[in-house]
């Protein structure tokens, strides 16, 4: 069973304020994806990044995938109250057959 | 479109009581997914159907958890009995065949006393 870690467990920032989240595993991972979470509602799809090295921009959010396919970055740049969220990464195992969440990263974004 | 709905919104149950909880994809998506998240946690697989086969259960604690998706469309997912840690959110997700993301639904909130 593949493991996906996810650090800081808890962020509080003030709005304006750049931070970056990171997701990782000992495994190689086919693909990974970002989800973001708020309260009482179920995750939303941000991102799928798929080849090593990868980055993606999403306005103000940034999305990188390692170079050996183990390990995923989310930057925010000048984070705004409305990013506040539960961010979780997901991903398959390189064969493609298990599907799994990291615990995510609580984000509060004070105004 | 409309995305996948779940109902009930909320649970509340003693242990030992039986509970079900209904999902019902976006149209068309032919793979189903049942996620247990309880608090503080990423979300866990249960159950992943493909139209109205189960590809992977693993996960799923089959001496109380039962799903069924008979039609390929709407699901169930059934306890029975309910233990106190059976408290989470359960999450349905759904996606289209041969693609990998998934939409959620708002997830059902079970509250065990």
């Known amino acids: 069973t593949q493991l996906l870690e996810q650090s800081p467990q808890f962020l509080s920032i003030q709005e304006g304020e750049n931070l970056t989240v990171y997701c990782n595993s000992s495994?190689?991972?086919?693909?990974l994806q970002w989800y973001r979470q708020e309260p009482g509602e179920g995750p939303v799809l941000l991102v799928t990044v798929v080849t090593g090295g990868e980055v993606k921009k999403l306005k103000r959010l940034t999305f990188q995938f390692g170079d050996a396919r183990k390990d995923s970055s989310l930057h925010i740049t000048a984070a705004q109250t409305g990013d506040t969220g539960l961010y979780l990464c997901a991903g398959f195992d390189n064969y493609g057959q298990n599907f799994v969440f990291g615990p995510g990263t609580r984000l509060s974004v004070l105004p | 479109e409309a995305g996948v709905a779940q109902s009930p919104r909320y649970k509340i149950i003693e242990k030992r009581q039986s509970v079900a909880f209904w999902c019902n994809p976006i149209s068309g998506h032919a793979t189903l997914y049942w996620y247990q998240q309880i608090l503080g946690q990423g979300p866990k697989l249960l159950i992943q159907f493909q139209n109205n086969g189960v590809v992977d259960d693993s996960q799923l604690p089959k001496d109380r958890f039962s799903a069924e998706r008979l039609k390929g469309v709407d699901s169930t997912l059934k306890i029975q009995p309910a233990k106190l840690e059976d408290s989470a959110v359960y999450l349905c997700a759904s996606s289209p065949s041969g693609r990998r993301e998934q939409f959620f639904g708002p997830g059902t909130r079970l509250t065990v006393l």
């Open positions: 495994s190689v991972f086919s693909s």
